[in-house]
């Protein structure tokens, strides 16, 4: 599986930015489906995950209402709708796959739950 990452950049506090991955090599069926992200410094943290398994999303708890996942199966890619934008959520943001989709759900909160990678997108909040 290839992942491309797309649609970072750069905006004020306060604003939106949607983020894609769009996968090659195999279809996004079946498939655990996350978001990563990494500040300069910090490790790599959780964001939002789709789980094929019981089709829930899940979200980290900063940011939970603000950020959203869907997916476009016609498409094959993922996207991560990003709104209230704050200057804490300036990072390189990756999406990951994992398939098959056996990954506990409390593993799915780690980057070593996944199996493939995109290369990130940089997204830069100022104040």
């Known amino acids: 599986v290839q992942l491309q990452a797309s649609g970072g950049g750069s905006v004020q506090a306060g604003g939106s930015l949607r983020l894609s991955c769009a996968a090659s090599g195999r279809t996004l069926n079946n498939v655990n489906m996350g978001w990563f992200r990494q500040a300069p410094g910090k490790e790599r943290e959780f964001v939002s995950v789709?789980?094929?398994?019981?089709?829930?999303?899940y979200y980290a708890d900063s940011v939970k209402g603000r950020f959203t996942l869907s997916r476009d199966n016609a498409k094959n890619s993922v996207y991560l709708q990003m709104n209230s934008l704050k200057p804490e959520d300036t990072a390189v943001y990756y999406c990951a796959v994992d398939t098959p989709p056996l990954t506990i759900l409390s593993n799915l909160w780690y980057a070593s739950g996944y199996d493939y990678w995109g290369q990130g997108t940089k997204v830069t909040v100022s104040s």
């Open positions: 789709f789980r094929w398994n019981g089709g829930r999303t």
